[in-house]
């Protein structure tokens, strides 16, 4: 009776566990220890890409004492990464990569209280802000390639989007200006960028304007000029019985999807008494976002969700992706969107099972093969990043 | 000169009260200057894991917090954290390893606001209550942290013993 059950149970999960085919799970960084603590945070989780047949990682760790960021490269079929590089020389935090081709990438990041970003291998760092600024992420289509960051501006921090222009190795900003020329009115931060197959950009990003945390969207149809904000959840804000401002939503993620549309996903705890939930919203190319979803299925409804994000890819593929520890312990999990709604949870093989994987970075690669980092907790042995890749059967 | 020291002070003022939640009139402060001033005194960190626009925090603050004898004895007895939910800010650990104030929720698993955290001097967590207490919840918590109670019992059991 047992065996059959069991059985029952092994051909209902066989379609979700037959979606993926994955690789030898590798370790990416060289240097570990009970008291090295890698992190691959960054606005819009853009810890991994993939340039041609290179796959590049990037990450903050203190083995030298104090915060610094790494990159480490890999031939997309060599069984293990080259030795890494470093980015940065003063504390670095929340470090983002994207792919240029040909094996090269942009790699950005906030040192000394500053975002930097340079092109690799090779290239030289540039500053991209003069003021106090964090948080910066990147995105590029064909050859516009642009980056957004937190920059102070009196007392708060607003949303910057620059336009950069490459020129062999040679960075430079063309243009930056602030999403709102007015002066920020409360915090805000966290932005992600998306730019569609039309070239407009759009950008979401934390704000709390409304007195509680709101994900906010704006785009522009030439890089330069954005559209009034607007929220990206279908939620209002408002106090209940006088308390409060409104329920929380934090670290928005974006990705250009299919011919002319964007994805973003985010963490929501509009059930407030469950942790944060992951939420979808789609804008398909009218830019604007439409009602809100919920990504995770029912098993992970009692169980808050953390350090989600969303890839896609212009053939319509789109992958969200986040940990939970419903088995017990962090596990990363991903779903895929299936045309009406994502489909059921599964868990990434290697990034499951005991002790706890968590903060999921990920990328479509040009062939559709998806490429998902994380790391690794071992208190005793250190945390190891963590990468595989997988293919759509 | 009187005026221009009013108005910055009336700015920080208002700056406490706008980039988070924390009851008023309690002497709360950041993770590492709490940590930090544990260490010196010995007494235990009482975390107020809170979220920006909150309705519990919000209740909390005015229907518990707002209790004198709850402000006097949690202000001379803890390190008084605040430590907001969504936020970027970054935190050292005892463990030396550095993260954000919302990754802190995560590491915790925090899954509702407000969450209340007890740490011994060191930083060690004794336990975590999460949602709406009240100041007997509070003065409870108190026998069990600073009678160190919890060396020996869980909370449950602890409160279910008491009288």
């Not at chain 1, 005991?354 to 062939?367: H, K, R």
């Not at chain 2, 950041?30 to 009482?46: C, M, R, T, Y």
């Amino acid at each position: 009776m047992r065996a059959a059950a069991l059985l029952l149970l092994a051909v209902l999960a066989w379609p979700a566990h037959a979606a993926w085919t994955w690789s030898e799970t590798l370790t990416v960084n060289s240097v570990q220890g009970a008291a090295i603590f890698p992190h691959i945070e960054s606005a819009n989780r853009q810890g991994v890409a993939v340039s041609g047949y290179t796959v590049g990682v990037v990450w903050e760790d203190n083995r030298d004492g104090s915060p610094q960021c790494y990159l480490a490269t890999k031939p997309a079929a060599a069984a293990s990464f080259q030795p890494e590089m470093q980015l940065s020389k003063g504390e670095c935090y929340e470090p983002v990569v994207i792919a240029l081709g040909a094996g090269r990438f942009v790699a950005a990041w906030e040192e000394g209280g500053k975002v930097h970003a340079r092109v690799l291998p090779g290239g030289k760092t540039l500053q991209l802000s003069k003021a106090g600024s964090a948080q910066v992420t990147l995105a590029l289509r064909d050859h516009a390639l642009y980056a957004a960051w937190a920059e102070q501006a009196g007392r708060f921090k607003r949303i910057v989007v620059a336009r950069l222009v490459l020129k062999g190795d040679a960075l430079s900003v063309k243009s930056a200006q602030p999403v709102e020329a007015a002066m920020p009115a409360d915090e805000q931060g966290w932005p992600a960028l998306a730019v569609a197959g039309d070239g407009s950009v759009t950008v979401v990003w934390e704000d709390r304007r409304h007195r509680h945390t709101v994900p906010m969207t704006s785009h522009s149809r030439d890089g330069k000029s954005f559209a009034l904000p607007a929220r990206l959840t279908d939620r209002k804000s408002g106090s209940v019985d006088g308390l409060g401002a409104g329920t929380g939503a934090m670290r928005p993620t974006l990705t250009a999807w299919g011919e002319q549309g964007i994805a973003a996903v985010w963490l929501d705890k509009r059930d407030f008494l469950s942790g944060y939930d992951v939420y979808a919203a789609f804008d398909p190319g009218t830019r604007s976002f439409g009602r809100n979803i919920k990504v995770q299925d029912n098993f992970g409804d009692n169980m808050a969700q953390w350090h989600a994000l969303v890839v896609g890819d212009a053939s319509g593929k789109l992958v969200a992706l986040w940990d939970d520890a419903r088995d017990g312990t962090p596990d990363v999990w991903l779903s895929e969107w299936a045309g009406e709604a994502f489909g059921d949870d599964l868990a990434v093989p290697a990034a499951a099972g005991p002790g706890g994987q968590s903060d999921p970075v990920a990328t479509l690669d040009a062939a559709g093969t998806l490429h998902v980092v994380w790391l690794d907790r071992d208190e005793a042995a250190g945390t190891r990043i963590r990468y595989a890749r997988a293919v759509r059967r | 000169m009187i005026i221009k020291m009013m108005l910055s002070a009336a700015c920080l003022l208002w700056a406490g009260t706008v980039l988070a939640d924390p009851p008023k009139g309690y002497p709360f402060v950041d993770f590492d200057a709490g940590l930090k001033a544990a260490k010196a005194s010995g007494k235990p960190i009482f975390v107020y894991f809170g979220r920006y626009g909150c309705a519990w925090c919000d209740h909390t603050n005015k229907q518990t917090f707002s209790d004198a004898g709850l402000k006097k004895l949690y202000s001379e007895h803890y390190a008084l954290v605040y430590v907001d939910a969504e936020s970027g800010k970054r935190l050292t650990l005892p463990s030396g390893e550095r993260i954000t104030e919302a990754e802190l929720g995560a590491r915790l698993q925090a899954f509702a606001t407000p969450l209340f955290v007890y740490m011994t001097p060191q930083g060690e967590k004794i336990f975590q209550a999460p949602g709406f207490k009240t100041v007997k919840d509070f003065q409870d918590y108190d026998r069990y942290v600073r009678g160190g109670h919890y060396k020996q019992k869980t909370l449950l059991e602890f409160l279910g013993g008491k009288s």
